[in-house]
């Protein structure tokens, strides 16, 4: 029987802002849709540790035998200066600042990103669309949204009528804002706006001539307006109705609302089963955000090169930290919490480590069942990771005892002890073993297969060559000894 059926998943809905049964539109399957980065520059670790808590999620989703469709969007255009409808496209604008192509913009930091994202061991989504390969149909929603009369052009741009749309539906259903508030709270518009009402957002933008990111439409030559990619692609990619979808706190107004209002406009239903929003990291108590400058960038970790850092510091310790927080709580980031997290990580990879020496014993002192399922319990709870982690930390502490003598597990109990840690340390948190040295491994399997070519050069008799390997190696500070059974090697 799959897992999921054994285990009573609850999630935080921020539609409801309560935690629900979590219970998927069809058995078995999830459709999963996370706001992926504006390729603009460089993720920060903020926008990571966002990526981090659905990585986890879509992990424990997929270790329940769930088959997920995860989409995971790059935003390529359409993102402005100021989250607004004013200001330069963000991606349009270091183009023109660097002086290339809006595309090698686009290449070099998605490139970054997939780097970032692989050194921190994620999965990858199922798929990966970015919003210049949906024109097509940004633009037929926004022909659906005209002719549904809630949606109006104006000198080639076209706009939302949220105004309209709120008569009969909720604007502000997710944020809980109410929209006679935000007209009350809003200045008038300029004679400059082309917008009927400051609420309105943009779903098309006429280009003006200097703009390089452009594309021929029924309105004029322009580009989607920021919000209507999301709905194209999870729409696309997971129908008009689907399980979740996710994203960073600060999306979920206007971005995330506007997203509800576009498609909930053309498919006459609600999109979202399950809203799910990720708390913020801070540094220094203020969000990190790029255009404040209060930001890390997770290469630094790497270099230790950063008035932030003592010291280097390993990708998984620094997953560690991360997920040692609940994702609906803010983190704050600072060099002590994570030497912290340091020392917490080596000593459950040492237990993991540990459990491979282990002897069973006749009787156990631990009822590992119990202790197994208060893992998923901590899971199940709305994807509790630092709860599950205080649990493993439960189970480090009984290995260090069984090694030392006090504690003992049969062999059925030793087995399952380590299935279980193992799932939920690697597959489920998706830490890597740090203390495991790679490169020392394939040090290794090279001078052997050097020392077997010296023996074969000794075979037949070519001493040139035996010597030259043995001597060549020496002054890599690799030294062979000879002896009865056979050359071992030491390192100087
Ligand atoms: P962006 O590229 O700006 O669209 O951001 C990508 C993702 O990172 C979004 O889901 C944001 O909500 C999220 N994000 C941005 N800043 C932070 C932060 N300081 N902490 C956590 N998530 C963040
Ligand atoms: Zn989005």
């Not at 799959?2 to 921020?14: D, G, I």
């Not at 919003?131 to 926004?142: K, L, P, R, S």
């Not at 709120?166 to 935000?182: A, F, Q, V």
């Not at 193992?422 to 050097?450: R, Y």
């Amino acid at each position: 029987m799959e897992l999921y059926k054994q285990q009573q998943l609850k999630l935080y809905n921020s539609l409801s802002n309560k935690k629900e049964d979590f219970k998927p539109l069809i058995e078995g399957f999830i459709g999963m849709y996370v706001c992926g980065p504006t390729v603009y520059s460089n993720v920060h670790l903020g926008n990571v540790r966002t990526f981090m808590s659905f990585d986890l999620i879509y992990r424990y989703f997929k270790h329940l035998g769930y088959k997920v469709r995860y989409v995971r969007n790059i935003t390529d255009v359409g993102h402005l200066e100021n989250d607004a409808d004013t200001g330069e496209d963000r991606i349009a604008k270091k183009a023109r600042l660097e002086q290339i192509e809006p595309m090698e913009v686009v290449q070099r930091y998605t490139v970054d990103f997939h780097n970032v994202l692989n050194k921190f061991n994620f999965l990858p989504p199922s798929i990966e669309p970015t919003a210049t390969g949906h024109i097509i149909e940004q633009i037929e929603i926004i022909k659906v949204i005209i002719d549904k009369g809630l949606a109006y052009e104006v000198n080639g741009s076209v706009y939302f009528d949220v105004l309209k749309y709120n008569e009969k539906e909720h604007y502000g259903i997710l944020s809980r804002r109410n929209i006679e508030d935000s007209i009350h709270n809003t200045r008038e518009l300029d004679g400059q706006s082309e917008k009927k009402n400051p609420q309105d957002f943009a779903l098309w933008k006429k280009a003006q001539p200097e703009h390089i990111m452009r594309w021929l439409s029924p309105w004029s030559d322009g580009f989607p307006g920021w919000h209507l990619e999301c709905t194209a692609m999870s729409t696309k990619y997971l129908g008009k109705q689907f399980d979740i979808h996710g994203g960073g706190m600060d999306l979920k107004f206007p971005h995330h609302e506007c997203e509800i209002a576009q498609a909930n406009a053309s498919n006459q239903q609600m999109p979202v089963n399950y809203w799910m929003h990720t708390n913020m990291l801070t540094l220094n108590g203020q969000k990190m955000a790029k255009s404040t400058g209060n930001y890390i960038l997770p290469n630094d970790f790497f270099t230790g090169d950063s008035k932030h850092l003592s010291k280097v510091y390993v990708p998984p310790v620094v997953r560690f930290f991360m997920l040692q927080a609940n994702y609906r709580s803010i983190l704050d980031f600072s060099d002590d919490a994570l030497l912290a997290s340091e020392k917490g990580y080596y000593r459950l990879m040492n237990a993991v480590n540990l459990l491979d020496n282990l002897t069973a014993s006749k009787s156990s002192t631990f009822d590992v069942k119990t202790w197994k399922q208060n893992c998923y319990d901590a899971m199940n709870d709305d994807f509790n990771s630092p709860v599950l982690i205080a649990q493993l930390f439960e189970g480090v502490k009984f290995i260090n005892s069984v090694r030392d003598g006090n504690e003992s597990l049969t062999q059925e109990d030793l087995s399952a002890f380590k299935t279980t840690i193992n799932t939920f340390v690697f597959d489920v948190l998706g830490l890597e073993d740090a203390t495991v040295d790679d490169s020392s491994d394939k040090l290794s399997g090279i001078v052997e297969m050097l020392i077997e070519m010296r023996n074969e050069a000794r075979a037949n008799k070519d001493w040139t060559l035996s010597d030259k390997i043995r001597d060549k190696l020496l002054e890599r500070g690799i030294q062979l000894k000879d002896g009865k059974d056979g050359t071992t090697f030491s390192v100087n």
